[in-house]
């Protein structure tokens, strides 16, 4: 079983800049993609942005420019830096990861796993 623990969300002004991480623990072999997704209310989760094993990245549209994304393989760990901060990035940030898991009966399942989400508000 694969475990995420986001930290990093809060309360900030329109222009500020936060820096959310998330590290994931448990049963890891290894870790592929990692990324951020975040939902306001009532509107669908939509990719923020998404990194691979090898260090290619992809972002939303809504954040290219201003959301940075990294990764320490060696932590399995995954940043998420966040300037020019709009009231629009109001939302749930949420951390998913997918790779592969073992079991101790000498199994190799795939795992795709969630954060339990952490909260950003912009305030304008």
């Known amino acids: 079983q694969v475990q995420l623990v986001e930290s990093g969300g809060g309360l900030v002004q329109a222009g500020g800049s936060l820096r959310l991480s998330c590290a994931a623990s448990?049963?890891?072999?290894?870790?592929?993609?990692m990324g951020w997704y975040r939902q306001a209310p009532g509107k669908q989760r939509e990719l923020v942005a998404l990194?691979?094993?090898?260090?290619?990245?992809r972002y939303g549209d809504s954040v290219k420019g201003r959301f940075t994304i990294s990764r320490d393989n060696a932590k399995n760990t995954v940043y998420l830096q966040m300037n020019s901060l709009k009231p629009e990035d109001t939302a749930v940030y949420y951390c998913?990861?997918?790779?592969?898991?073992?079991?101790?009966?000498?199994?190799?399942?795939?795992?795709?796993?969630w954060g339990q989400g952490t909260q950003v508000t912009v305030s304008s």
């Open positions: 448990g049963s890891i072999f290894r870790v592929d993609n």
């Open positions: 990194i691979t094993s090898g260090g290619s990245t």
């Open positions: 998913n990861a997918d790779g592969t898991s073992y079991s101790t009966k000498g199994s190799w399942p795939p795992f795709d796993s």
